[in-house]
């Protein structure tokens, strides 16, 4: 089973602006 | 051909030229019986040699009296063979001749005798007459010999003194450290010596046989530790070896840069001991030689590469930096051989990946060379912290 690569966008990033990566 | 290399490129051990060392170079000289009194740049001693023509010089304050010095700076380090002194007489002198030839390794800072020529040795010089050396101990001291029958020539007679005659090494030279060293020379000094009160009481009648000396030789090769066939005199006049074997310095006894794999090793006719390059896959061309490396090979390879470039590291640039991986598609050599890890930024702890496998570490329930997948069991979940939830 190929599992599907985890997508940036689905995270929550409200209380985790300083983690978030510059290009998503 | 190049003759320190084979036809199929292999360094073969290889020797300059045989040359008249003195020839050009003008001699000091000095005699000292009232204070010193020079003589400089007296060029007509070591100039080309015709019996037909021939140009005598002598101390200006007469031969017979006072020690008088001829100094001759060859400029470089030679390996001498010979050394020879023609003079002027047709016939054996009337007054003894008491001459010592010293030499200088260090451009005339210090000196030690060669050779001692008397016929009397044990009053002169407190040596016995002898011709060859007794033992390999005694080889590299001067030895003390009777000049006499002195060769003769047309234009007058020679006496010449061979530096490896009588020296029991000799026939092993190439692999004799001391008779390199003993045969080493960076000026030659010529001594005559004052002569004995006998002499000077000597009849009248006797006839006197002034010491003139019409040419200086000293032949021998540019001492280029087999490295070199060639010794050419440079902008400054001075002679500097042609180094072959990736060697470099004035007597090629030094490792060209970048090729210090091995310690330098002069060259014999068995083993040319060429330097070697040091292997940095093509991501260095500075290295640095160390000897417990070398150790531990087993003395076979001692270089250390330095400032490894494109992302590599390791004794040989065989390794790829932290935070890069090899990419096995490319050659070792290749500029991009190592390729950045590319860890997920949240799915893996840290960029740092294993170097050969590029695997990041992953973070629980991550999985995947990159850590950006979710492991069997597991989904995406919102928070960034926990990537993959149960």
């Not at chain 2, 050969?356 to 919102?382: D, I």
């Amino acid at each position: 089973e190929v599992m599907p690569t985890l997508d940036m966008a689905l995270f929550d990033w409200t209380d985790y602006e300083d983690m978030k990566p510059v290009d998503t | 051909h190049d003759p320190c290399y084979y036809l199929d490129g292999r360094p073969r051990h290889c020797l300059s030229e045989f040359i008249n060392a003195a020839y050009g170079i003008p001699a000091n000289a000095s005699y000292s019986l009232q204070g010193p009194d020079y003589d400089s740049n007296i060029t007509t001693l070591t100039d080309l040699h015709n019996p037909h023509n021939l140009t005598c010089w002598m101390a200006h304050k007469g031969p017979d009296a006072g020690e008088w010095v001829l100094t001759l700076p060859l400029g470089r380090r030679f390996e001498v063979t010979y050394i020879s002194l023609q003079f002027c007489q047709q016939g054996e002198p009337s007054d003894p001749i008491s001459i010592s030839i010293l030499k200088s390794m260090d451009f005339g800072r210090t000196w030690r005798p060669m050779q001692h020529y008397s016929s009397d040795c044990q009053g002169k010089f407190g040596l016995p007459s002898q011709t060859v050396a007794q033992t390999r101990h005694q080889e590299t001291e001067p030895l003390c010999s009777d000049p006499r029958p002195l060769q003769k020539q047309r234009g007058g007679m020679v006496l010449a003194f061979s530096t490896l005659d009588g020296r029991p090494s000799s026939p092993d030279f190439d692999h004799s450290h001391t008779l390199q060293d003993w045969v080493t020379a960076t000026d030659i000094r010529v001594v005559f010596h004052q002569v004995s009160i006998e002499a000077k009481v000597a009849p009248p009648s006797a006839v006197r046989a002034p010491l003139a000396l019409s040419d200086l030789q000293v032949g021998g090769r540019c001492k280029c530790n087999g490295h070199a066939s060639r010794c050419r005199r440079d902008d400054t006049g001075q002679a500097v070896c042609i180094c072959e074997h990736h060697t470099a310095g004035p007597d090629c006894d030094v490792c060209e840069d970048f090729y210090c794999d091995r310690p330098w090793h002069r060259a014999t006719p068995t083993h040319p001991n060429p330097c070697v390059a040091c292997e940095c896959n093509g991501h260095s061309n500075k290295c640095r030689f160390s000897m417990e490396v070398f150790q531990q090979s087993g003395r076979r390879s001692g270089g250390v590469c330095q400032k490894c470039r494109h992302h590599t590291a390791g004794r040989h640039c065989q390794y790829c930096q932290n935070g890069y991986t090899r990419d096995n598609s490319k050659p070792q050599n290749h500029r991009k051989a190592c390729q950045p890890c590319q860890c997920h930024p949240l799915g893996a702890v840290g960029r740092w990946c294993n170097q050969t496998s590029g695997q990041c570490l992953c973070r629980e329930g991550v999985t995947g060379l990159r850590c950006n997948r979710c492991a069997p069991g597991y989904k995406q979940g919102k928070s960034p912290l926990r990537p993959c939830i149960r």
